[in-house]
């Protein structure tokens, strides 16, 4: 068995990706993504293990069964966790759905939810502990994440580092360690 310390961050964008490519680096979520780097790069502290940095990198001209989706597979499987990047763009894209088909229900990871377009607990939950309307809207944008969710603990926080921080140091939401599937939140 592989030692499982990274953490996956699922984030989506436009089809066919191609990293140096503008359009992509103007994505909100992978602009989220390369923010966890720039914070791992300047505190080397930061408790963020990027998966995506070990193995081979993808590119779009790879055939998605023999060379993508096992790659996408390797990382995954040498992870503890998802980081899933959920916003009104994020949209249901072939690699989306087989991070999360695979991560939750085959190698049931816990999921850290990270919203870029919130910033505070209260924007996530309402004052009655209740998830609010705008972020369970959000869960129709990738269904097989909205119906596999309730297979594996998942943490839904705002886009802010010392909520992402505690996230990412919680054992909660480690697949060795991790408590009972369930949705949670930071109390407001």
Excluded at 85 to 96: D, E, G, P, V, W
Excluded at 132 to 160: A, C, E, G, Y
């Amino acid at each position: 068995m592989s030692y499982r310390n990274g953490n996956y961050s699922a984030f989506y964008v436009d089809e066919p990706f191609n990293e140096s490519n503008l359009g992509a680096s103007a994505t909100k979520d992978f602009v989220s993504y390369n923010l966890l780097k720039a914070w791992k790069a300047a505190d080397s502290d930061f408790p963020f293990i990027d998966s995506h940095d070990k193995n081979y990198n993808v590119r779009d001209g790879s055939d998605w069964e023999r060379t993508l989706k096992p790659r996408l597979r390797n990382r995954i499987s040498n992870s503890k966790n998802i980081v899933l990047f959920l916003s009104s763009i994020t949209k249901n894209s072939r690699a989306l759905r087989e991070e999360i088909d695979y991560g939750i229900n085959i190698k049931g990871l816990p999921v850290i939810v990270v919203y870029p377009e919130f910033s505070e607990k209260s924007d996530i939950v309402t004052s009655e502990k209740k998830f609010k309307k705008q972020i369970t809207d959000l869960w129709d944008n990738l269904p097989k994440f909205r119906d596999s969710m309730k297979n594996v603990p998942t943490l839904h926080i705002p886009n802010k580092k010392s909520l992402i921080k505690s996230a990412l140091n919680d054992s909660d939401f480690m697949v060795s360690t991790k408590c009972d599937a369930n949705t949670y939140f930071y109390a407001p």
